[in-house]
């Protein structure tokens, strides 16, 4: 039989936020396990870094120029012709997803057999004037499972925490169990239970944390509201007085906060992840107890980042490692694909490489209008060509962007000011030194402008004409070929 495909993402999870890679505070045993047992891709990104675009390249495969959505917009309907779970439905899988979708409509299937659902909160949801706004049970499946359980009054926004208030926290006020992350798995592992034993399955877990609200069951909030807290990253490009003055505001974008908030921020951002490992250990020992572990492969990314005060700046969208870098592991148990275990691939990678990777392991074919390649041969330490970079953007109001980068060196930028950033990431990580303007860099710079300016040719923004990018042009969130259809 063909092997069984989980794919496990997760909401607004940063890169670095692994100890098995260095980490100085955050604790996933769980997640170390499948970096020491599996493939680690040390510059993997998200193309477009907020989460409906994202997950249009893991459903679809396409750039975000192909599947259209280059910054975030709700309410376009996805309607494409081939997705993952449709190929793999097709070719025999049963499949499944469990968790976050945030598609739409909210209860389009996108191919899968069935979706159990919680999208978090979702604003156009919870109107009056859409389709579910006097009933948000009906699309959302833990809201109508928590009321059943735990009580009819019951709301996802009990809490006061905004979905979106990056720097608010505080720990669950109901027991651990009734945790969306715990529901999360309950159900994942209750799908292991009721499918089609004669099909190999197709797995979707999809957790909403850590995205805020930033609430994580006591317990695991007390493992770090003491610990010491490094400095965020503050680049020399950065402007403090900006920052300054839009520091009160709690769900900013920017902001320079006390301390002591944006430490307990911290705190409850690590405990909902480590939250999250202890129940992806949960979920790969049910695989065990239900004797499919070594017939899975498990593959396991998030959809883009969360800046957490790295140059004052908070949430996604931006082009900074932060945001736009994200975890991305593979991980073969069986040793069915003859991956190299323990191994790192420093090759540039994006969420569109998900669906040919997963295709490739079933044995399924991969549609030509895919645009990711398959990282399986990387996996197993093939020398093989691979792109030389990506390009990725989010519209983004004043601060519009597009960047591109091939994990060592990464050009920004901002399409409503001109403004450029270049960064060493080899020499300069953490992005503190802006090189842009500097008479070493100058050649670096001119060749990333070129690629970026080709990659926007042809646009309907106008963003470059003649090879030369055209600053000040406005932004679009979709593309007209999407919302056309």
């Known amino acids: 039989m063909k092997p069984n495909l989980l794919l496990i993402t997760v909401d607004q999870m940063r ?250 921020a911290k705190a409850a951002y690590y405990a909902l992840i480590t939250h999250i490992d202890d129940q992806i250990g949960r979920l790969l020992n049910a695989l065990g107890e239900h004797g499919v572990l070594n017939d899975t492969v498990v593959l396991f990314t998030s959809d883009h980042g969360e800046l957490m005060g790295d140059h004052h700046y908070f949430r996604k969208a931006l082009p900074y490692e932060g945001s736009a870098k994200v975890p991305f592991l593979v991980y073969d148990p069986g040793n069915r694909l003859g991956l190299a275990k323990g191994g790192r691939v420093e090759s540039v990678v994006e969420l569109r490489d998900i669906m040919p990777t997963l295709l490739d392991a079933a044995g399924v074919p991969i549609p030509d209008t895919v645009e990711g390649a398959s990282l399986l041969p990387l996996c197993r330490g093939e020398r093989t060509p691979w792109r030389g970079y990506i ?23 901002f399409s409503q000011t001109g403004e450029e950033q270049f960064f060493d990431l080899v020499a300069d990580p953490q992005e503190l030194r802006n090189l842009a303007n500097e008479k070493e860099a100058r050649a670096r710079v001119s060749l990333w402008r070129k690629r970026v300016a080709a990659e926007l040719e042809g646009r309907e923004e106008g963003y470059a004409q003649n090879g030369e990018l055209i600053a000040g042009r406005p932004p679009r969130a979709c593309l007209a070929h999407l919302e056309a259809q």
């Open 15 to 264: 890169w670095d936020c692994l100890s098995a890679i260095g980490h100085p505070v955050v604790e996933t045993p769980n997640l170390d396990q499948l970096v020491g047992s599996g493939v680690a891709f040390t510059s993997a990104y998200s193309a477009t870094p907020s989460c409906i675009p994202a997950r249009a390249a893991i459903i679809t495969g396409m750039s975000q120029r192909s599947h259209g959505r280059v910054g975030y917009k709700d309410k376009v309907p996805w309607n494409y012709a081939h997705t993952l779970p449709g190929e793999l439905a097709n070719a025999g899988y049963h499949t499944q997803c469990v968790g976050k979708m945030h598609v739409y409509p909210a209860r389009n299937l996108c191919g899968f057999h069935n979706i159990v659902l919680h999208d978090g909160y979702l604003h156009y949801n919870r109107s009056r004037h859409t389709a579910y706004g006097d009933h948000f049970d009906q699309a959302d499946d833990y809201l109508h499972w928590l009321r059943q359980t735990a009580g009819s009054e019951l709301d996802i926004t009990d809490l006061g925490l905004d979905c979106n208030a990056s720097t608010v926290a505080r720990p669950w006020h109901l027991p651990e169990h009734l945790h969306p992350t715990n529901w999360c798995v309950s159900q994942s592992i209750d799908f292991l239970r009721r499918r089609d034993t004669g099909k190999p399955f197709f797995l979707w877990t999809s957790f909403v944390r850590p995205h805020s609200p930033l609430d994580p069951p006591q317990a695991y909030f007390d493992m770090y509201k003491d610990a010491d807290m490094p400095d965020c990253p503050v680049g020399d490009w950065v402007d403090e007085e900006a920052a300054l003055r839009a520091a009160p505001a709690p769900n900013a974008i920017v902001g320079k906060l006390p301390k002591r908030r944006l430490d307990r």
């Open 391 to 413: 390009h990725g953007e989010h519209s983004f109001g004043a601060l519009s962007n597009h960047y591109a980068t091939d994990g060592r060196e990464k050009y920004i930028w």
